[in-house]
């Protein structure tokens, strides 16, 4: 059975930074692809940021290049998202999920695995 655990988050101030971090326990990297999604008050989730099990695909949300990045370590089976120039409208629960073969990341990803979340919270 595959689990994604999510930690990192918090309340910063705009123009702050985050990394969140995501351990998926239960099988390899190599085996899913990952993916953060956020899901803020009022609106529908959304994916931010994933990669695919080549470990070098990846995608960012319009909203977040340049601001966010994807850093992977299979040996320890993380992928941590490390948020620069934070701003409110990134205020969010943030997800880890986790999509098995075949996968991309760069067409609709269905997750079979879901996260707890975890809340990040920017101020103005």
């Known amino acids: 059975q595959v689990q994604l655990m999510e930690s990192g988050g918090g309340s910063v101030q705009a123009g702050g930074s985050l990394r969140l971090s995501c351990v998926v326990s239960?099988?390899?990297?190599?085996?899913?692809?990952v993916a953060w999604f956020r899901r803020a008050p009022g609106k529908e989730r959304e994916l931010v940021a994933g990669?695919?099990?080549?470990?070098?695909?990846?995608r960012y949300a319009d909203s977040v290049k340049g601001r966010f990045t994807l850093s992977q370590d299979n040996a320890k089976s993380t992928l941590d998202l490390t948020m620069l120039s934070l701003r409110p409208e990134d205020t969010a629960m943030y997800y880890c999920?986790?999509?098995?073969?075949?996968?991309?990341?760069?067409?609709?990803?269905?997750?079979?695995?879901w996260g707890q979340g975890t809340q990040v919270t920017v101020s103005s």
């Open positions: 999920a986790a999509e098995s073969l075949p996968c991309t990341v760069l067409g609709d990803m269905v997750p079979d695995y």
């Open positions: 990669i695919d099990t080549d470990g070098m695909t990846t």
């Open positions: 239960g099988s390899t990297l190599t085996q899913y692809c």
